[in-house]
């Protein structure tokens, strides 16, 4: 894979307190992803999962007419196999980051979400979106599929019979329908306002908490049930180790706002 590096001016990291906003940049192409952003972006989601300064990260585009109109099709049309290959694992990545990093992701969806930009969406653990965005998976109209994570994660987020049919169909959805069918969590305007907020409060909670019901939620439609349930009761009982249980607990008793360290 190659392109020239205009990452650094395509994504964005902006840091507010213990809350980091990366806006993908490319406006000029609705903020599709071409090779130099989406290896940024996914450098940067490293960094910031590994950041503990960091408690929540979201993730929104540049403007008001997209947040990520999809992987660059100019660039997809000249791959083969190899390259088309190691093109999907890169997307992987990028959600995968988003999907398992330690701490809560939001997706402020301010446009088009389409085909990989619908992914990334979908791999956030919260989705918000504008009135005028439009979310979807148009592949089948390239006689592509959806290939960051789009045919598993819109059944786990949506449901498999919607999954299916906005996947097959390409059809795109409004705000007002996403919303209905459970592809965003709410709408609002400025989006942005929205992602904040919830990130705030977040940013306010206990990490060592948020880390592992993240984990333990990432399990819930997978895996065996029985099992999962094992592995929550021994995290709920190791969590009483930590300093943040102490003082969440103890600050509920001696009636005062807890102040959680994460540890
Ligand atoms: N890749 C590359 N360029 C894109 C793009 C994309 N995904 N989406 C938009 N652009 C470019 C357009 O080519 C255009 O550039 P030029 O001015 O140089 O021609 C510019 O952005 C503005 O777009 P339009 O003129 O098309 O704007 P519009 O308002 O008429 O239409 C749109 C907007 C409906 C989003 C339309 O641009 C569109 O259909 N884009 C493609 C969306 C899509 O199919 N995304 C999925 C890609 S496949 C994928 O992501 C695979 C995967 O699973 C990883």
Not at 37 to 55: I, M, N
Not at 85 to 98: E, K, P, V
Not at 202 to 222: H, Q
Not at 230 to 255: I, M, N, P, Q, Y
Request: net charge negative.
């Amino acid at each position: 894979m190659s392109g020239a590096d205009t990452s650094e001016q395509s994504v964005r990291v902006d840091r507010e307190a213990a809350i980091a906003i990366v806006t993908v940049d490319r406006q000029d192409a609705l903020n599709a992803l071409d090779v130099a952003t989406l290896t940024r972006l996914r450098d940067e989601l490293v960094t910031l999962a590994a950041d503990d300064a960091v408690r929540v990260v979201v993730l929104t585009g540049a403007g008001d007419r997209a947040f990520i109109a999809g992987a660059d099709i100019k660039y997809m049309s000249g791959l083969g196999v190899d390259d088309a290959t190691a093109w999907g694992s890169l997307g992987h990545d990028a959600g995968r980051l988003l999907e398992t990093m330690p701490k809560p992701t939001i997706a402020a969806v301010n446009g088009f979400a389409l085909g990989g930009g619908c992914e990334l969406a979908l791999a956030c653990d919260i989705r918000y979106a504008s009135s005028r965005a439009k979310l979807g998976q148009p592949e089948v109209n390239l006689g592509i599929i959806p290939g960051w994570g789009g045919t598993q994660r819109l059944a786990r987020v949506c449901g498999i019979g919607v999954a299916k049919e906005l996947i097959f169909t390409g059809r795109t959805v409004d705000a007002e329908e996403a919303v209905r069918i459970g592809l965003v969590n709410a709408v609002h305007d400025p989006v942005l306002d929205r992602a904040r907020e919830t990130a705030q409060l977040l940013a306010t909670k206990s990490p060592v908490a948020l880390r592992v019901m993240k984990r333990l939620a990432n399990r819930a439609l997978g895996g065996d049930h029985a099992d999962n349930l094992v592995a929550e009761g021994e995290s709920f009982g190791e969590l009483f180790a930590s300093e943040d249980a102490r003082e969440g607990l103890a600050a509920f008793v001696e009636k005062r706002e807890p102040k959680f360290v994460g540890r």
